[in-house]
Every structure is written in structure tokens, then in C-alpha cells.
């Protein structure tokens, strides 16, 4: 039973035995740093939340926020999730999530995760999944099902466009309402409608003025009434600015606590008729359907730490992205090898802050090579330390092992100082120290392959091109070790592709001149245009593109078709495509698709990602990859409009290795079934009266007239006027209706109010 599916219960009891306005008041509010209030009259339960996107920091004591945590498995953070571009393994990871959270005694995991990757310089990147929302909205959505599947609650967060960490509380996002609906809130959305999440965090940051806390247009308008949500919409910790204003928004509780004086407020605003009470009774109601929800899951079932160890590993390996290989991988009988690294020894598996997990154990990955390859064969240099200050002794001892080495295997990590929450990184760069020790091993021994353990993307135009192959990690949990190795030494073909696009410099990035706000404002200039549909409206070089990946076989795409050439929006068409390994050894390809609109009224980007499968292939195995792309494949969010439309017309359908590997292309017709009302009004140019059908018709005869008039054409006059050498047509597109009307000389049926009043009844 879902939390949706619960309002009988909860009305039901509460008819029963009413709960006094103190009670009410007081649900609304936690009773501690991790768990809300309990009315034990009425038999409810408190509700015990914990931080755990990639593993759960439930603390020992709960009465406190600085507790140690119990063990858990530490999974790999979502920037590494999302790299393995696989659904099903992201129901896995709910489900493990699920029994850990079952055996723990947390009734909620606050996560996923889901805002836009707007800026590789956000300091909690490595807990957001994705530059690009479909890939963003649908791994959450798996996640989020698993979840909830086992009867553990999940909260979808931060609601929303939480996409730095430099003021975070109260930095205000001046965002329109386009970018904001077709990038930063889609994610959410899917999740919402798909998956049903029992909760949703609000955001600490402001939308256009206003907090997230005290947004009703977003907490209301959008999440609950148009979007459907019948969950609970909860406060980031201490994001509430005022409670009652906050519950008259559709905030329901507010974390942590206890907070007495806040439960007066609202009982002091109920009674004094400030706020509607039955404001108040809705967010009770929901409260409750989640504390229902919650008792109905027995607690206690301890998990199989080495069943969820391997799980992790299996992620990690699949999140492994080979972005650069000139042949030197997989290793085959690599003789010496210089491991080269304090990571290789002491692994960065998890991002810093409130999503810390204390691990049930973890590897690394000179255990793991020396096992693999016999500890004669392994030399290892620590290469950098915990500081940041150049020391060139630590180099030298490298270089030193290095040359003297067959192979270099060189592990490179952000340290917490630098990629943490809480504030946003300075730079895209590797520390001094890692940048100057991999520019000295390389010169001397170029069979070196560098490992990165990273949050998010890094430039490496200093270095890049002396490595014979590069490796990104990311943040990789405790197991990740073995499957890095693993990646190393051949015993698996990688398969992770990147989900958010590595720049060549920072000051090539879509936010850069608008990050990170000035006087309490950050301006998202670029719209819609962020990651890969930045790069591509730019035509503009990158690093490594979204989607990237390579592996240690090859792919071929052939007979690419569609179920019709021409469709209805709310029909869809289906896409096919062959795929078949080419190489000699197993591996996965991730097939994307992406979506060109080839002419559109607003302006839209080149393409956007729409659909992806990944698929296991034996060499030589073909197998036929078919996607059903519906209305939002082809939709965009028109603020006019207020709604999502479709417009007629040919659309290109990419298919493709990434969004910069485009290996087939079919061509479609999308007929749009919307009945719109027409925006015109007189202010409208003659080009909007002309792009409109109905407008056209009724707009052509006037449009004539004037540019035969302004281009000295006979327009039934004795004396043409003198040519004027402009190009007329082109001269009043741009013109409002009333100014166009004032070339008229003919006379009037009236005043041009009443002229253009008329078209517009004519249009209708």
C-alpha cells in the first residue's frame, strides 16, 4: 500500500479520536534531530529519518546530530551511479539501500539526489547524478521504486534548483520559467509521477526571491496539484524561515527539532485566524500516511554485509568510465609495475558531509594488485600527501619507481578540502602537487595509466596527452578497489559513460559567467542551455563529451528504423536500431538517443537526450535495441502557454555512442493534436501573426499591401512610391500589428484598437 492510497485509513482514525490543535501542531514539527513527533493516544509512531543517497549515516544516538554512525555499506555516490547508465542495477542498490535502512531502524532514506549537474565546480556534484534530466529523472525513479518496494520510505531532494553550495541557504536562483520547468524541475517531476516518493525535501535556497520553505507556487501549485504529489513535503535541515508561513506554502514538516516555539506560532496563527486550520489538517494528513506507511514495515532483519560488499563493487565497475586508451589497456603480463598514489593505499570512496558513511570495511587497490599480480612484482611511491604544498621529494621517489617499472598505475584523488559540501570548488583543476607528479611520471615512463577518484569532472589539458590511458573512478565506494583492478588488468570490459560533460577549461562552461552570484543573486543566464546542449549550441570543442565511454571492444550500429514516418504526438513512434559487437570480447554498449527539433517557435537545443539502453553483448552478438519515444520526446515547456506543447513538423532521431558519436539518424513528421488558443494580441509582430495558422490567413492580405507599399510596388495607387532599395518583407516582420496599421491609407473600418480587436476575433 502506498502512501497515496492511504487517506481512508488516516481519515478514518482521525474521525475517531481528533487530534487537538497542539497535537496537530506539534506533528508538523520534528521531535529531534531525526525523528518526528509520536501521538501515542492515537497509537502513531514516530518516524525516524536518516542522510543515505549512497548508504545510510544512521547515528547511534538519535537525540543528537553529532553521534557516531552505525555501519553500513558505503556504496558509490551518485556521480558514479549514473556512470553505469543502468536502471536495473539502480533498483539493486534501492533494495540493498532498503534492507540496510530494515535492519537499522530507518522508516526514510533522504535521498536521491536529483538537481542538475548546472556547474562542475558544485561542491556536492558527487550526490547528483546528471548534468541532463531524463538520464537524472530516470535512475531516480528506479532508485526510488526500489525503495519504496521493500516498505521504506525515500525523500526526493533538494526541491529544487539546489545547484551550488555558496550561499546556499539564501542564495536567490533568478531563474524563467521554461529553464526552470524543462531542466531543473523535469527530474523531479518524472520521480514524482513514476515512482511516488513517500516524502520530498525542499531546497534551502530561494527561486526568484522567494525560499523554497515559503514557495507555494512550487510546493502547491506545481508538486501537489499539478504534479499529484500526496506525500510529504519536508524541510531541508533548518531551511524554514517562518512556520507559518511555511505550512500556508505546503511545507508539512519542518526538521529537525524540537522547536516549541515554533509549535506555539502555529498554534497562535490557527487561533488567531492567521492560518487556516485546514491548512494545518492537510499537512497532518500527510504526515500520518507516511508514519502509517512506516509502521507497517517490521524492523530489525539484520542485512548480508557481503552480499551488499559485492553489489557495491558491481556498481562501482559499471560506473567505471575508460575515458582515453591508446592500446596499453587491458594490462596483459605488464612485468614491473610502479603503483604510484596515496589513493592507491588510502581510496577517496565518498564525498564529504552530511552523506558520510561509516563503511563496513573497504578496499584498495594495492592490496588488490599485489594480490593479482604477486607483491615481487609491485613497487609503491605515495607521490602526494594529505597537503597541499608542492613537495618535490615525494615526486622525485616516484619518478625514480617509474622508470624503473614496466608500467606506471598512477591514483590520483580530490582531497575533501577541495570537493565537500558545503562550499563549491575553486577551480576544475587536480591539486598543484598531483598535477605537477603526474607531468613528471609521464615524461619519464609513457606506459602510465592514470586513476582518478573525482566527484565530478576535472580539466587536464596540463597532463592528458603524456598518459597512455586515464581511468576516472569517481567517488567509488568501499568496493570499488577490486573494480578498479579489475577495469586494470582486463577482468572487466568497461562500460561506464560520462554523465555530465568534462570540459577542456572552466571558462568554457555554460554558468561561468554567471557563477556564483553577486549580492545574494545567481542569474541563470543560460537557460536552458546547460551541459552538452551549451557545448553543442557553441559548437564548441570539449574534453570528453556526455555520454562518452570507450571499452575493450567495438560496436557497430546498423538498420536504424521507425515503426512510422509520420505520427500523432500522443501516438509516439517507436525506434530500432541493430547493435552488434565487432570486437573480440564481451562487453556493453550504452545506445543513446537524442532528439533534434528542426524548427521550433522558441528556441530549443540542437538535440536532447530522450531515451538509453544498455545491453550485454557477446563478440559477435547482435541484438535489435527498440525505444517507444512519446509526447515529451518531442515536447518543450511554453511559458505562454503554461503548459508543455508540441509543435508540427520533422524531428531527427540520433543514435548514438554519445552526444558527440552520432551513428545513425532517422527522420520523422510529428503531427501536434493540441488545440491551442492563440497568443496574439496587439502587440504581436507580423512575424508571430504569420508563424500563427489561423493569423496568417486573416494577417496576409494587410502584410501584402505593406511591403508593396514600402517596396514601391503598384498597390492601387495612380504613382507608385520611389523604391527605398530595403528588402520590405524582412523590414516589418518585427513590427507590432497597431504600428503596421498606421501605414494604411485607406480608410479604417475604425480606430486601429478596434482593427486589431477584430483580428483577433477573426483568429479565434
Given at each position: ?561 521507425v515503426s512510422a514516418r509520420r505520427f500523432k504526438d500522443v501516438e509516439g513512434v517507436a525506434l530500432s536500431v541493430d547493435v552488434t559487437n565487432t570486437g573480440d570480447m564481451a562487453g556493453q ?176
Amino acid at each position: 500500500m502506498a502512501v497515496f492510497e492511504i487517506d481512508a485509513i488516516v481519515d478514518q482514525a482521525c474521525a475517531a479520536k481528533p487530534m487537538t490543535l497542539e497535537e496537530k501542531a506539534a506533528l508538523c514539527t520534528g521531535a529531534g534531530p531525526w525523528q518526528t513527533a509520536a501521538v501515542e493516544r492515537l497509537g502513531v509512531g514516530p518516524v525516524t529519518m536518516c542522510d543515505g543517497p549512497h548508504g545510510l549515516r544512521r547515528l547511534d544516538d538519535l537525540s543528537t546530530m553529532t553521534a557516531p554512525s552505525l555501519p553500513a555499506t558505503c556504496f558509490p555516490t551518485a556521480s558514479c551511479q549514473a556512470a553505469t547508465w543502468n536502471t536495473s542495477l539502480m533498483e539493486q542498490l534501492g533494495e540493498a539501500l532498503a534492507e540496510e535502512a530494515i535492519a537499522l531502524g530507518v522508516d526514510v532514506i533522504l535521498g536521491p539526489g536529483t538537481n542538475m549537474k548546472r556547474t562542475p565546480l558544485c561542491g556536492r556534484n558527487f550526490e547528483y547524478f546528471s548534468e541532463d534530466p531524463y538520464l537524472s529523472g530516470a535512475l531516480a525513479s528506479a532508485y526510488v521504486q526500489a525503495v519504496q518496494r521493500a516498505g521504506v520510505g525515500t525523500s526526493l531532494k533538494h526541491f529544487a534548483a539546489n545547484n551550488q553550495e555558496y550561499q546556499r541557504f539564501n542564495i536567490s536562483v533568478d531563474v524563467d520559467e521554461r529553464t526552470l520547468r524543462e531542466i531543473y524541475l523535469a527530474a523531479f517531476e518524472r520521480v514524482v509521477k513514476e515512482a511516488h516518493p513517500w516524502t520530498v525535501m525542499c531546497a534551502y535556497n530561494r527561486i526568484n526571491s522567494t525560499h523554497c520553505s515559503n514557495h507555494r507556487q512550487l510546493l502547491t501549485q506545481i508538486l501537489k496539484d499539478e504534479w499529484g504529489f500526496n506525500g510529504a513535503v519536508i524541510s531541508d535541515w533548518g531551511a524554514v524561515h517562518d512556520r507559518v508561513t511555511a505550512l500556508q506554502a505546503g511545507l508539512d514538516l519542518e526538521m529537525p527539532g524540537p522547536k516549541p516555539h515554533r509549535v506555539d506560532a502555529v498554534v497562535a496563527a490557527v487561533r488567531d485566524g492567521t492560518l487556516d486550520e485546514g491548512a494545518l489538517d492537510e499537512s497532518v494528513r500527510r504526515i500520518l500516511g507516511v508514519a502509517h506507511q512506516a509502521a507497517q514495515t517490521p524492523k530489525g532483519h539484520p542485512f548480508d554485509e557481503g552480499a551488499h560488499h559485492a553489489l557495491a563493487r558491481r556498481i562501482a565497475a559499471e560506473g567505471i568510465v575508460l575515458l582515453k586508451n591508446d592500446g596499453l589497456l587491458p594490462l596483459q603480463s605488464p612485468g614491473r609495475i610502479a603503483v604510484i598514489g596515496r589513493a592507491a593505499i588510502e581510496p577517496r570512496i565518498q564525498g564529504a558531509g552530511s552523506s558520510h558513511v561509516n563503511p563496513t570495511r573497504v578496499d584498495n587497490c594495492l592490496d588488490s594488485i599485489q594480490r593479482l599480480a604477486g607483491e615481487a612484482r609491485v613497487t609503491y611511491a605515495e607521490g602526494y600527501s594529505s597537503e597541499l604544498d608542492i613537495d618535490q621529494a615525494l615526486i622525485d621517489e616516484a619518478v625514480a619507481l617509474a622508470q624503473a617499472a614496466r608500467v606506471a598505475l598512477l591514483f590520483v584523488a580530490l582531497p575533501p578540502v577541495i570537493e565537500s559540501e558545503g562550499y563549491d570548488r575553486p577551480d576544475l583543476n587536480l591539486t598543484a602537487q598531483q598535477v605537477a607528479l603526474i607531468k613528471a611520471v609521464t615524461a619519464v615512463q609513457p606506459r602510465t595509466v592514470v586513476i582518478l577518484n573525482t566527484g565530478s569532472a576535472v580539466v587536464m589539458d596540463q597532463w592528458v596527452d603524456g598518459a597512455a590511458a586515464v581511468l576516472e573512478a569517481w567517488l567509488m565506494g568501499q568496493a570499488g578497489a577490486g573494480a578498479v583492478v579489475d577495469a586494470l588488468f582486463g577482468r572487466l570490459n568497461p562500460s561506464g559513460r560520462l554523465a555530465e560533460t568534462f570540459p577542456r577549461k572552466l571558462t568554457d562552461t555554460p554558468a561561468y559567467l554567471n557563477f556564483p552570484g553577486e549580492n545574494g543573486v545567481v542569474r541563470y543566464g543560460e537557460g536552458p542551455f546547460i551541459g552538452y546542449r551549451y557545448y553543442d549550441a557553441r559548437e564548441m570543442p570539449v574534453l570528453f563529451p556526455f555520454g562518452h565511454g570507450l571499452s575493450y571492444t567495438t560496436f557497430a550500429y546498423d538498420r536504424a528504423r521507425v515503426s512510422a514516418r509520420r505520427f500523432k504526438d500522443v501516438e509516439g513512434v517507436a525506434l530500432s536500431v541493430d547493435v552488434t559487437n565487432t570486437g573480440d570480447m564481451a562487453g556493453q554498449e550504452v545506445v543513446q538517443v537524442y532528439v533534434h527539433d528542426r524548427e521550433a517557435s522558441l528556441m530549443r537545443p540542437v538535440k536532447e537526450l530522450k531515451a538509453f539502453a544498455k545491453v550485454h553483448l557477446e563478440p559477435g552478438e547482435t541484438t535489435t535495441v527498440t525505444f517507444h519515444l512519446g509526447f515529451r520526446a518531442f515536447a518543450f515547456y511554453h511559458p505562454a502557454h503554461q503548459r508543455w506543447i508540441t509543435e508540427d513538423g520533422q524531428f531527427d532521431l540520433l543514435i548514438g555512442g554519445s552526444a558527440a558519436d552520432i551513428r545513425c539518424t532517422e527522420s520523422v513528421t510529428l503531427e501536434s493534436t493540441l488545440d491551442l488558443p492563440s497568443l496574439l494580441n496587439e502587440e504581436s509582430t507580423l512575424r508571430e501573426w504569420l508563424a500563427d495558422p489561423q493569423g496568417k490567413s486573416v494577417i496576409q492580405p494587410l502584410f501584402e499591401q505593406i511591403v508593396a507599399h514600402l517596396g514601391g510596388a503598384p498597390a492601387n495607387r495612380e504613382h507608385p512610391p520611389e523604391p527605398t532599395g530595403m528588402d520590405a518583407a524582412r523590414s516589418v516582420l518585427d513590427m507590432p500589428v497597431l504600428s503596421i496599421l498606421r501605414f494604411r491609407e485607406d480608410a479604417l473600418p475604425a480606430t486601429p484598437e478596434d482593427m486589431v480587436a477584430w483580428l483577433l476575433e477573426e483568429v479565434q
